[in-house]
């Protein structure tokens, strides 16, 4: 794909498969005969649609970045890098009967399973429009089967757990997947919501997506054994995949989702990837001296992109295809961006509705009691209407 110097890290600007980089990769996925297998039932549209994913993604963040340049953003939390993951795990769903429940690092799993692009932009610009009516920047809509992101992390984690449940409970045929981020693992909600999805065998794939860093805290400072020890304490099947690797990532997934859907339980699927940037745009050149350039360097010689685009000719696809497969997601991005500037301009939210559709509960109001003021009020607990 084209790439940006102004926007892209330094080591994908010129990025071209390094000695042994598409050898490693076609190992990757003919190590396991069962992944190999799924990935040659691949049909090339399916090919394809994986390759757009990944660039849409790549754009997205992309657009966000520029406009953090020019001002329109404070700030923007990126998948750099990290693409393959979502997108090999959402396009191994039936996206039309599963959910999914993204991170912030998994914004690709939105428009994979049918969010807007421009709704997606939106989201970030705090339009009325936006599916959150200007709320918040976590975007998900049920309506596309997205949970929304929940700020603390691995909050979705029991969440998803629930609805797992109810998919089993109702006799449906269906799975639900979150992402966890390693640092997201050290949280109680993280053990709990797995316990309790073990425990209880409900469909649920849980993504565990290893980018070697929480905020500015290297895997090495909090984390001493392996990923692979909780499945086994939990007693949940688990998939290692390489995360830089969308065809690896998709079989992985596949069997993952294959298995909880079959009711066996959940499954968890590992991850191996890296963040190629900072924590969001503020942090970047915090995040090269806390991870090292050495660090860098082997990630950046994986861009999951590049060396995806490199075995797709390997295996006989027209560069023209790619061009063309690449210009139909670029008119996409421009579009939708056209669309969310639009909203900013005439379509941002009322202050009042800042009270719309939510449930506010103060301090001051009596222990058990219920009130409901004729306006509204600090010192009292009252429902607002939803829109
Ligand atoms: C429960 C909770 N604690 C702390 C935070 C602040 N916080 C936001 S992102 C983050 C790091 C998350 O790291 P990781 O789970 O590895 O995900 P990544 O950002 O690397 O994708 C932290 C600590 C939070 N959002 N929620
Ligand atoms: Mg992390």
Same mark, same amino acid.
């Given at each position: 794909?084209?790439?940006?110097?102004?926007?892209?890290?330094?080591?994908?600007?010129?990025?071209?498969?390094?000695?042994?980089?598409?050898?490693?990769?076609?190992?990757?996925?003919?190590?396991?005969?069962?992944?190999?297998?799924?990935?040659?039932?691949?049909?090339?549209?399916?090919?394809?649609?994986?390759?757009?994913?990944?660039?849409?993604?790549?754009?997205?963040?992309?657009?966000?970045?520029?406009?953090?340049?020019?001002?329109?953003?404070?700030?923007?939390?990126?998948?750099?890098?990290?693409?393959?993951?979502?997108?090999?795990?959402?396009?191994?769903?039936?996206?039309?009967?599963?959910?999914?429940?993204?991170?912030?690092?998994?914004?690709?799993?939105?428009?994979?399973?049918?969010?807007?692009?421009?709704?997606?932009?939106?989201?970030?610009?705090?339009?009325?429009?936006?599916?959150?009516?200007?709320?918040?920047?976590?975007?998900?809509?049920?309506?596309?089967?997205?949970?929304?992101?929940? &700020?603390?992390?691995?909050?979705?984690?029991?969440?998803?757990?629930?609805?797992?449940?109810?998919?089993?409970?109702?006799?449906?045929?269906?799975? %639900?997947?979150?992402?966890?981020?390693?640092?997201?693992?050290?949280?109680?909600?993280?053990?709990?919501?797995?316990?309790?999805?073990?425990?209880?065998?409900?469909?649920?794939?849980?993504?565990?997506?290893?980018?070697?860093?929480?905020?500015?805290?290297?895997?090495?400072?909090?984390?001493?054994?392996?990923?692979?020890?909780?499945?086994?304490?939990?007693?949940?099947?688990?998939?290692?995949?390489?995360?830089?690797?969308?065809?690896?990532?998709?079989?992985?997934?596949?069997?993952?989702?294959?298995?909880?859907? &079959?009711?066996?339980?959940?499954?968890? %699927?590992?991850?191996?990837?890296?963040?190629?940037?900072?924590?969001?745009?503020?942090?970047?050149?915090?995040?090269?001296?806390?991870?090292?350039?050495?660090?860098?360097?082997?990630?950046?010689?994986?861009?999951?992109?590049?060396?995806?685009?490199?075995?797709?000719?390997?295996?006989? %696809?027209?560069?023209?295809?790619?061009?063309?497969?690449?210009?139909?997601?670029?008119?996409?991005?421009?579009?939708?961006?056209?669309?969310?500037?639009?909203?900013?301009?005439?379509?941002?939210?009322?202050?009042?509705?800042?009270?719309?559709? %939510?449930?506010?509960?103060?301090?001051?109001?009596?222990?058990?009691?219920?009130?409901?003021?004729?306006?509204?009020?600090?010192?009292?607990?009252?429902?607002?209407?939803?829109?």
């Amino acid at each position: 794909m084209k790439r940006y110097p102004m926007f892209d890290p330094p080591e994908y600007v010129d990025w071209k498969p390094a000695s042994g980089i598409l050898e490693e990769y076609q190992h990757t996925i003919s190590r396991d005969p069962e992944r190999a297998r799924l990935i040659s039932s691949l049909s090339p549209n399916q090919l394809l649609d994986m390759y757009a994913g990944m660039v849409r993604f790549r754009l997205h963040d992309i657009t966000l970045r520029r406009w953090v340049k020019q001002g329109i953003l404070a700030k923007a939390w990126l998948g750099t890098g990290e693409e393959a993951v979502t997108i090999g795990n959402v396009h191994a769903l039936d996206r039309k009967i599963d959910k999914v429940g993204p991170m912030i690092r998994n914004a690709g799993a939105c428009h994979e399973m049918g969010l807007p692009l421009a709704d997606m932009l939106r989201e970030y610009l705090a339009t009325a429009d936006s599916p959150s009516h200007g709320k918040d920047l976590h975007v998900g809509s049920m309506e596309y089967g997205v949970i929304a992101p929940v &700020s603390q992390v691995a909050a979705l984690v029991p969440v998803v757990a629930g609805i797992a449940l109810a998919f089993k409970q109702r006799g449906e045929r269906r799975v %639900v997947l979150t992402w966890i981020g390693d640092g997201a693992t050290k949280t109680t909600a993280f053990h709990e919501g797995m316990n309790f999805a073990a425990v209880l065998k409900v469909p649920a794939v849980y993504v565990l997506q290893n980018n070697q860093i929480a905020l500015g805290t290297r895997l090495d400072q909090h984390q001493a054994g392996p990923f692979t020890a909780w499945s086994k304490a939990y007693g949940i099947t688990a998939f290692s995949c390489d995360g830089n690797n969308v065809l690896d990532t998709y079989a992985a997934t596949k069997l993952a989702a294959d298995l909880a859907r &079959s009711g066996s339980g959940p499954a968890i %699927v590992t991850a191996e990837t890296f963040r190629m940037g900072g924590h969001a745009t503020h942090d970047e050149a915090e995040a090269r001296e806390i991870c090292g350039a050495e660090l860098f360097e082997y990630w950046g010689k994986r861009d999951p992109i590049g060396m995806y685009e490199s075995w797709l000719e390997a295996q006989g %696809v027209s560069k023209t295809t790619l061009d063309e497969t690449e210009q139909k997601v670029i008119a996409e991005l421009a579009q939708a961006e056209k669309e969310a500037l639009a909203s900013r301009e005439k379509n941002m939210p009322k202050p009042e509705t800042a009270i719309a559709g %939510v449930y506010a509960e103060t301090a001051a109001a009596p222990a058990g009691k219920w009130s409901e003021p004729e306006s509204p009020k600090a010192g009292s607990i009252r429902k607002t209407p939803s829109r």
